[in-house]
Each structure stands twice: as C-alpha cells, then as structure tokens.
C-alpha cells in the first residue's frame, strides 16, 4: 500500500502564496506519478497538476496555469504545490494523488490514480 499525506493548507488572503506538501510512505515513490486534485463543496474534484515520475514532464489545468508549480523530490519522498497569485475560487479540499502510467504520460482523471491522500483545505479570502 501507499500512504500519502498532504500539509500546508491554510487561510490566505487573495494574491497570496501557498506551498502545499504530500509525503509519501509504503512503495518506492519514484514508481509513481504525482498528481494534484481540489475539490470545492457541491462541486465534482477537478484535475489541477500532475508530475511524471522523475519531475521531466508536468500538466496543468488551465485555471492555474503561470499561477501554480509542481515539483517533486525523489529523495525525500515528496510532492509539493506551489499557489501563488491565489484567488478566491482556488478555495478548495487540495488532495494528492499516485499513479502509475507509462513514461512521461499522466492522467488527468480521478480513476487513472490508485492513491489518495486526505487532503488538505485552501481558503483564499477577497
């Protein structure tokens, strides 16, 4: 199994900064894609960013494209998301996600990922 926690959410004002972490236990993380989903209530969870296994290739969401930054390190078995720029409709439940794909694809569909973290919850206020 795969265990994923996520930190670093918190209350921002907008135009502020966050940088979101999910450490990961349980399997060689190098295995795996990362991936970033939110999800705002009454609202379906939404594709947000994914990094390949070695960091060589992204994806993101046209929302948060030139705003947010995947990045990964192998070595201390971590995924971080940096938000800058936020705005009050990144107010969301930011969960991180593991799959396996083949080199240098990602998914960008809550079922192409196997593991979930908890989450973790973004407020931007206006």
């Known amino acids: 199994q795969v265990q994923l926690v996520e930190s670093g959410g918190g209350l921002v004002q907008a135009g502020g900064s966050l940088r979101l972490s999910c450490l990961v236990s349980?399997?060689?993380?190098?295995?795996?894609?990362m991936a970033w989903f939110r999800q705002a209530p009454g609202k379906e969870r939404e594709f947000v960013t994914a990094?390949?296994?070695?960091?060589?290739?992204?994806n993101y969401a046209d929302s948060v494209k030139g705003r947010f930054t995947i990045s990964r390190d192998n070595a201390k078995n971590t995924v971080y998301l940096q938000m800058n720029s936020l705005k009050p409709e990144d107010t969301a439940v930011y969960y991180c996600?593991?799959?396996?794909?083949?080199?240098?694809?990602?998914?960008?569909?809550?079922?192409?990922?196997?593991?979930w973290g908890q989450g973790t919850q973004v407020t931007v206020s206006s």
């Open positions: 996600a593991a799959g396996r794909f083949p080199p240098y694809e990602l998914g960008r569909r809550t079922n192409d990922y196997n593991y």
């Open positions: 349980g399997r060689t993380f190098s295995n795996y894609a």
């Open positions: 990094i390949t296994w070695n960091g060589g290739r992204t």
